[in-house]
């Protein structure tokens, strides 16, 4: 059974950070790019970032660029978001999700696999 199991969440001061990781299980992932959406109550899903497969090709959502990155560990099948300079808005359940492509991670369409979401809560 292919899962992903986000961890990390948690409640931070605002300008924290905070990691968050991704745990792929049921098969291997390293053909596929993995991304990071998050969800807050009332507003739309929105793109965090994303990884290809191999790790070479990165993309940002607008609002997160230079605030937070997206790794891989190939060996454990595990992808990271490191947060820094947390804001109150980045408030949000967070999922992870995977796909073959990296514009398939970054439309949000298509997704073959998401997890159930962390929590991320930045207070003022």
């Known amino acids: 059974q292919v899962q992903l199991v986000e961890s990390g969440g948690g409640l931070v001061q605002a300008g924290g950070s905070l990691r968050l990781s991704c745990a792929a299980s049921?098969?291997?992932?390293?053909?596929?790019?993995m991304g990071w959406f998050r969800q807050a109550p009332g507003r739309e899903r929105e793109f965090v970032g994303a990884?290809?497969?191999?790790?070479?090709?990165?993309s940002y959502g607008d609002s997160v660029k230079g605030r937070f990155t997206i790794s891989k560990d190939a060996a454990k099948n595990t992808v990271y978001l490191q947060m820094s300079s947390l804001k109150p808005e980045d408030t949000a359940t967070y999922y992870c999700?995977?796909?073959?492509?990296?514009?398939?991670?970054?439309?949000?369409?298509?997704?073959?696999?998401w997890g159930k979401g962390t929590l991320v809560t930045v207070s003022s």
């Open positions: 999700a995977a796909a073959i492509t990296l514009a398939t991670i970054e439309s949000g369409n298509g997704i073959d696999y």
């Open positions: 990884i290809s497969g191999n790790g070479l090709w990165k």
């Open positions: 049921g098969r291997t992932f390293s053909n596929y790019a």
